[in-house]
């Protein structure tokens, strides 16, 4: 597809923002070059940003589409819980009836129900994790309290309970502020702290919480995951206020950045069972797919958490602070990104035990599996490779670029969408909720292999949809007179 007008400058700032990105591991121990190289990427991503700001200048002559609408009364329905469950302070909270979601929204009222049911469940599973950080606290003395629940590590740490979190830490090599929500950030320095697990926690503590709380052994495991967290002491501080996300409740009631380890999956090595190579890997006669549609089936769903882990970030960050940190670059490292979620497929086709594996199990000669397994081993590279390529300055031709331009979108649209005027109720909370339910409500195969934006990206669901949304609430809210508690009314005349 040619590029005109916009689209044109927009493409040439993506391709400057992948170059740029690309040649900084050159300049990574000069930091004169550094300093120069970031500050005329800063610059360029600011130009980015302004070509895909929001766009919602726009009446809505009925209901929002279906997903829009969806996202919407998720949020709705979650913001009394971060006003009253979720926090040592209850506050007045957002409340529409279910008559004015359903005309605002086009939401039947029993799917209102359902929606209404499923955030209270999620408040409720918060309510279990907050009993047990409690009990936790009660029952684990502090000097035992850490190798209880990381026993076999040797290392000296401490714990701290919070109001339904535990925070432990240790002396251990500092992780990046990324690292809180990205997997695949380099952790080698933490060793058997990588990851927490609760089926890893001391035995005779985890029956003591089954008998204590009526929880079953995998209730327990499951809110364990969701309560205890580990950060290195050198880097708890910056860690810690970006998991304001989690503390407030976000994750809890959308999903995004709940549990801990929920895509830890994603830097974990690819075994035979995942790589699902019974399905694909045939003589070239068979009718199956081949391995480089075998490939972009394996990276589709690791694309998919990539850019959920990636926004979940973004989300995260925007929620403490309008204005960008200073590793903002770091996020937006698409190419990086790409690489480390690619990996472990690549690692897994040139294994010498994937070779043994399908040999064995094709009762096949060793020689012939390697060969077969080496032409495997190409193709994937091969096809990593495509998908790498950087974006052009004249055809919108690239993934990386489509991806780089959701991030940006994304970021973008929570600043100026979120810090913008209330019409007469604060609506920032919403924001984020919607943001956050229409991400986790994304169906995990989607084409997101595509070069193209589409309606799926959440920066546009923001950018484009979430203002006249809200409006037309509000609109329908004042017509029937009953859009708030006592505390949060709209003004008479706002319309």
Known sequence: MRLHGGEMAEASRLARLYRGLRQRELVRGDPVGTRVLEGRLRATLAGVAREVGPDDARELPGPPPRRIAIAMALALFSQPHLAQTFTGVPRPAILFDNDVLRDALGISGWELDDLRDEVDRRAGTWLKQETVAHWLEAHLPPEKAFAQLFPGVTARGTVRFERAHVVASAPAAPLPRTGMFLPWVSRDGLGPLDAFRGRYVDGNLKRALERSLGLTAEEVDELLERTVLFVPQASADDLLALDAWRRDGFAALTGIGQPYGKLSWLVEPVDGASARWRTWLAPPDA??????????????PRIHGMLEALQGEILARRWIASEPFDDVLDVLDVPAHVSAVTQPLLAWA??????????QAGQIPLDVAETLLAEVHTTFKQRAASWARPPSTEWDGS?????????????????????????????????????????????????????????????????????????????????????????????????
């Open 287 to 300: 009718d199956v797919p081949g391995p480089e549609a075998a490939f972009d089936m394996l990276l589709e």
């Open 350 to 359: 040139g294994a010498r035990g994937s070779t043994i594996e399908i040999a």
């Open 399 to 495: 993934p990386q670029a489509c991806w780089m331009r959701r991030l940006v979108r994304l970021d973008e649209a929570l600043r100026v969408v979120g810090d913008r005027m209330p019409l007469g109720v604060d609506h920032r909370e919403v924001v984020f909720l919607y943001a956050a339910h229409f991400l986790a409500e994304s169906p995990p195969d989607r084409a997101v292999l595509s070069a193209t934006e589409d309606g799926g990206s959440v920066g546009l669901a923001v950018s484009r949809w979430f203002w006249p949304t809200w409006r037309r609430v509000l609109e329908h809210a004042e017509d029937e007179g009953n859009t708030t508690n006592a505390e949060l009314l709209v003004p008479d005349g706002l319309f």
